[in-house]
């Protein structure tokens, strides 16, 4: 009883500040942030861009040197990973509809 009279007394709390204006102030410096170097304290390859997503400077073998083959390894990870999903959802699926269990498939 004495939560439920707490949780009303907040709620009505809450209720005296609806629809007032709330003002911030800014001193106008915004804060950027880098991602880090996947081994921190190495270089970042100069071949791989800045405007790259999940760009975290991998590539120790210098797969990524020439711009094509680098966009066709994009390519292929963005193909692989719709597979993934894919199936993922498949075996979601199964189990939703109750055709198997993952954990008897040994015994089917």
Known sequence: MQLSMKA?????GACRFAGRKVSSASNGSRVMMKAGNW??????PSWLAEDIPGNYGFD????????ETLMRFREAELIHCRWA???VAGCLA????GYGNWYDAPNW
């Open 8 to 12: 009303a007394t907040s709620r009505a």
């Open 39 to 44: 081994l921190p304290g190495s270089e970042t």
């Open 60 to 67: 120790p073998v210098g797969l990524g040197r020439d711009s």
């Open 85 to 87: 999903m894919l199936g």
């Open 94 to 97: 199964v189990e939703v509809l």
